[in-house]
């Protein structure tokens, strides 16, 4: 059973940091992409952070390159989302997802795992 686990969500303040990590079982890690997600109230699911599982390459959103950065610990089968300069329009569940294979995709169909989602919100 493949399972997702988000954390490290909650409330920060604009302008500070949160890291969000998505722990991963049930699956063979170094064989899927994970990225993550986020949705809005009222606006569809949209990805922004991605890492290759082959080559580590990183691919962002324009909303949040340059803030936004993703790491991943194959040892410890886990997806880290450091979000920095945060802004009250990265208020969001975000969700982590996997994908079998090296490329990252965007694209919510492609998805083959979800997590249940964790709530980021940004205010002061």
């Known amino acids: 059973q493949v399972q997702l686990v988000e954390s490290g969500g909650g409330l920060v303040q604009p302008g500070g940091s949160l890291r969000l990590s998505c722990v991963a079982s049930?699956?063979?890690?170094?064989?899927?992409?994970i990225g993550w997600f986020r949705q809005a109230p009222g606006k569809e699911r949209e990805g922004n952070s991605c890492?290759?599982?082959?080559?580590?390459?990183?691919y962002f959103a324009e909303s949040v390159r340059g803030r936004f950065t993703i790491s991943r610990d194959n040892a410890k089968m886990t997806v880290y989302l450091q979000m920095n300069s945060v802004r009250p329009e990265d208020t969001a569940v975000y969700y982590c997802?996997?994908?079998?294979?090296?490329?990252?995709?965007?694209?919510?169909?492609?998805?083959?795992?979800w997590g249940q989602g964790i709530q980021v919100t940004v205010s002061s």
């Open positions: 049930g699956l063979d890690f170094n064989s899927h992409t």
């Open positions: 997802a996997a994908k079998y294979g090296s490329v990252c995709s965007f694209r919510r169909s492609s998805q083959d795992y």
């Open positions: 890492m290759s599982s082959r080559d580590g390459s990183t």
